[in-house]
């Protein structure tokens, strides 16, 4: 894989893993404004996107990182390792930086796991 290659594959995922918060926030923010919620359900909701939004980075950089790992063997040349190991420590960093935000804000919560006994999945 030579780097344009490697560019090609590692792009897409790292804008998905650095804009996840990003969107989140503004989710948050959009739901603040919305006049038809009550102060309290939008106190309920903002956490919610919080932490999915930190948790679709999760996902998404784990994915990167995943992916760098998959392909490094395959690397044609100093350029494309080069341009792997470029997205690989930003991948890194956020995949850090996401790990460490969900720990220390959401670490006991369970809010956006799937029970199956929910009335909201029947």
Sequence with gaps: MDARGVQRLLEKVYA???TATTVGAKSA????????L??????KL???Y??????????HSSLGLALCR?????LDD??????MEFFRVRLQALYENARADLTRDFAESKALDVVESSPAIR
């Design 50 to 59: 919080q932490e999915e939004s930190l948790r679709r980075a999760l996902l």
């Design 70 to 74: 998959a392909i490094e063997p395959e």
């Design 29 to 36: 923010a959009g739901l603040l404004r919305d006049a038809r």
């Design 78 to 83: 100093a350029a494309a390792h080069a341009q």
């Design 46 to 48: 903002t956490p919610l």
């Design 16 to 18: 998905l893993a650095d």
């Design 38 to 43: 009550s102060g309290g359900l939008k106190e």
